[in-house]
């Protein structure tokens, strides 16, 4: 069996320095909020070179507590995605605010920055782009269209930490970005964990006040907040492993280097294509293939763990139901859930590994074009 991810064989690597790490907390009797949530930010907001970082309790959280800080809410509307996890626009909907939806562009299954200006109506207030899988979204294009229209942005970077685009971290273009520390995540923790990175010492006040029920100054409160704290264990291990994470990121593209060679000859293996002038981090190595839902059942049997991220868009959720949107408003968004499929892609994944995912799939590719035609 080859999974999508191990987290146990990246263990084996940074386990002995994450638990001396932690039994130093359990022994400091400081378990939230302490000086590594404090030391961490500090290490995450240079790595990133952004002036602020606000450690949080999730990435769900950064994305909700980064649209409170900009004051949207009911009566609102966001322009985001439905080809993306449901985090992104249940924020959206905690806050009261309405998602509209945009395409995406196939090529880098990213908001397609070319149908953003079409959504906008006097209720739009931001544009809040996911950079999926660790692909990073063209930010000049969704820079310039925010700054004509006089709206706020919000990254959803959390599959995308260490992505650059034109030699520029993701999340740090907009007025807030959220990333993850959920454990199957680039830099995951060994429990829940988020952050919200502003260049504004203003968004920074306001995101602290609310992740510890909306007061700066302890049992004076200002506003509704919520207990979206980060925890010290927690810290201290993305702490360590903060220091990997380019060695991982670099490791995750020479896999996808090596995945796009072995699939270089089966033409009907589409491989993921990157914008020029980006450094993408490959959270998912994500191709695209006929027959999907049966080449799918086929690896599965032969081994292979690859994943469909995600099998239904959101604006055909029951969540979203109210909104009324049918089949036929997003044509790509809609074609593309139909034939992605995520292949296994850590930083520990061996060559071997990689020429078997390859060989099974290109078979099973093969199997399914006769099952389907038979
Ligand atoms: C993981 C993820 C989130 C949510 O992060 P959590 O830490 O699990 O709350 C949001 N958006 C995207 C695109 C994600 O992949």
């Not at 999974?3 to 263990?11: A, E, G, M």
């Amino acid at each position: 069996m080859i999974p999508i991810i191990d987290s146990k064989r990246q263990y084996a690597t940074v386990g002995a320095e994450v638990e001396k790490e932690v039994v130093e907390v359990l022994r400091s009797g400081s378990y939230i909020l302490g000086k590594n949530c404090k030391a961490f930010e500090e290490e995450i907001a240079k790595f990133l070179d952004v002036k602020n970082a606000v450690t949080l309790n999730s990435g769900t959280d950064a994305l909700h507590l980064a649209l409170r800080a900009l004051d949207i809410g009911a009566g609102d509307e966001v322009i985001t995605v439905a080809f993306t996890f449901v985090a992104t626009t249940e924020a959206i909907g905690i806050v009261g605010a309405t998602p509209v939806f945009v395409d995406i562009d196939p090529d880098t299954f990213n908001i397609d920055v070319n149908e953003i200006e079409s959504k906008i109506t006097p209720k739009t207030k931001a544009i809040l782009p996911v950079h999926l899988y660790g692909q990073p979204c063209n930010m000049d294009v969704i820079m310039d269209i925010a700054k004509r229209h006089d709206l706020f942005v919000i990254e959803d970077a959390c599959q995308a930490i260490g992505a650059e685009f034109k030699g520029k971290k993701v999340g740090t273009f907009g007025d807030i970005g959220c990333f993850s520390f959920y454990p199957t995540k680039n830099l995951g923790t060994m429990g829940d964990g988020g952050l919200a990175v502003t260049n504004s010492e203003f968004l920074k006040n306001r995101m602290i006040a609310l992740r510890n029920h909306g007061g700066a100054i302890r049992y004076y409160h200002d506003e509704i907040g919520v207990n979206s704290r980060l925890d010290e264990i927690q810290a201290a291990i993305l702490r360590v492993k903060l220091n990997y994470i380019n060695e991982w990121n670099k490791k995750r593209r020479e896999h996808a280097a090596y995945y796009n060679e072995l699939f270089k000859d089966a033409k009907d293996i589409e491989t993921p294509k990157e914008l020029d002038n980006t450094y993408c981090v490959y959270h998912q190595y994500t191709v695209k293939v006929p027959n999907r839902d049966e080449v799918h059942k086929l690896l599965q049997e032969n081994g292979i763990g690859a994943m469909i991220y995600y099998p239904v868009p959101l604006h055909l959720q029951k969540v979203h139901a109210h909104l009324g949107l049918k089949e036929g408003l997003l044509p790509n968004t809609e074609k593309n859930t139909k034939l992605v499929l995520s292949l296994p892609m850590f930083a520990e994944i061996t060559e071997e590994e990689q020429r078997t995912v390859a060989k099974t799939l290109i078979e099973c590719v093969e199997k399914a074009k006769s099952k389907v035609s038979a």
